[in-house]
Structure formats: C-alpha cells, structure tokens
T-cell receptor, first 113, second 111 residues
Framework: DTAVSQTPKYLVTQMGNDKSIKCEQN?????MYWYKQDSKKFLKIMFS???????INETVPNRFSPKSPDKAHLNLHINSLELGDSAVYFC????????????FGEGSRLTVL | DAKTTQPPSMDCAEGRAANLPCNHS???????VYWYRQIHSQGPQYIIH???NNETNEMASLIITEDRKSSTLILPHATLRDTAVYYC????????????FGTGTRLQVFP
C-alpha cells in the first residue's frame, strides 16, 4: 500500500479555473504538508497541518486553501488558477517524534494554460 | 534554521563510493543534519539524519565533523539507481515541523 498518495498525478487546466489536489496518508501521522516544486526544481514548503490544525502558512496567496477533514487527509484547493501556479505539488507527512522524517507522495503535476 | 551549501553536481562511477559534502557552518547546537534525495519525477526520499555522531543505516553513512560545521553523506557502493538530487538540510529540534530544501547536489552515477 502506498504510504502517501496524491490524486490526480497530472492536471491540465485553463487560467481562471478552480482545481483541487487530494492527499491521503495511511501512516497514522499527525502532521502533513504541501510543498511546491517549480520549473527550476526549487522545493518550497507551502503549508503544514498538525491534527487538522494549520501550523505553517508560508505566505502563500489566499487563492490556495488547504483543507484537512481528518488527520489522514490534506487536500489543496486552488482558486482562479494562474500561469505561475504551474508546478509539481508534493504532499508529505511527518513521522512521530521531534526528529521524525518526512514521507512524500509522488507529486501532482499541475499545468495551467 | 542554518543555511547549507552543497556543490551543484557530482559524478561517481558505478560500484564506487559516492561522497557528497555539505557545509553548514552556522549550525547551532539544537539543529540536526538531514539528508534527502529526489530521483527524477519522484517525491523526495529520506536517507539519514544525525546530530553530532556518525550515523549509518541500510542506505548510507553520515559523517559529521567534530565542530559540526560540515558533513558528508556516503553511499558506499553507488548504483545507477542512486542518480538523483541529494539535499542536505539543517533542521531545528524546536521547529521540527519545518523542513527547508536548498538546491542540492545532482549526483550522476555512470556505468
């Protein structure tokens, strides 16, 4: 079974549309993340949730709205998509304890036309 | 969190040891050194972490200098599947929810 799974893997859409990416982890972790990797391959943290509560918001535009219905899920909804939103979005969850490592999903490649 | 500096790229022959250096001269006492890698088109993968002692697991060894200002990740017998971008990250024990990636080292293992 995949530990951290994201859907869809690929998403192509027009500017101005609204889209969502879903993430689920079956590891029993309390903390989940969204990272964005742009065309230059720079991996940047966007959000972190701990037990459904927002912990980190790295000055991401409010067009991006994460939602955590339970601690196993962290979905990313994006309104009014822009060309610059094109990227690969990675979901991750953190292992238990202060030094717990991150487990990443396989990524969702979003292309905005 | 302390900043890290890594060479942008390295090559290694298959079967040889790959030694990937990382400088973290501003590291503080409560900060750990983590290594992750990202194989093309996949999510980053945890490799190893350490505080001040050398560490070894099934994937790699981590050598941290006594002053903790630099470290080396060692892949003892590199394979073609080890071709990836390797990230050295310093992470505070008091801010463990935040893992900040730099630009990493692109390791190319050749036959």
């Amino acid at each position: 079974d995949t530990a951290v799974s994201q859907t869809p893997k690929y998403l192509v859409t027009q500017m101005g549309n609204d889209k969502s990416i879903k993430c689920e982890q079956n590891l029993g972790h309390d903390t989940m993340y969204w990272y964005k990797q742009d065309s230059k391959k720079f991996l940047k943290i966007m959000f972190s949730y701990n037990n459904k509560e927002l912990i980190i918001n790295e000055t991401v535009p409010n067009r991006f709205s994460p939602k955590s219905p339970d601690k196993a899920h962290l979905n990313l909804h994006i309104n009014s998509l822009e060309l610059g939103d094109s990227a690969v979005y990675f979901c991750a969850s953190k292992g238990q304890g202060a030094t717990g490592e991150l487990f990443f999903g396989e990524g969702s490649r979003l292309t905005v036309l | 969190d302390a900043k890290t500096t890594q060479p942008p790229s390295m090559d290694c022959a298959e079967g040889r040891a790959a030694n990937l250096p990382c400088n973290h001269s501003t590291i503080s006492g409560n900060e750990y050194v983590y290594w992750y890698r990202q194989i093309h088109s996949q999510g980053p993968q945890y490799i190893i972490h350490g505080l001040k002692n050398n560490e070894t697991n099934e994937m790699a060894s981590l050598i941290i200098t006594e002053d903790r200002k630099s470290s080396t990740l060692i892949l003892p017998h590199a394979t073609l599947r080890d071709t990836a971008v390797y990230y050295c990250i310093v992470r505070s024990l008091y801010n463990t929810d935040k893992l900040i990636f730099g630009t990493g080292t692109r390791l190319q293992v050749f036959p």
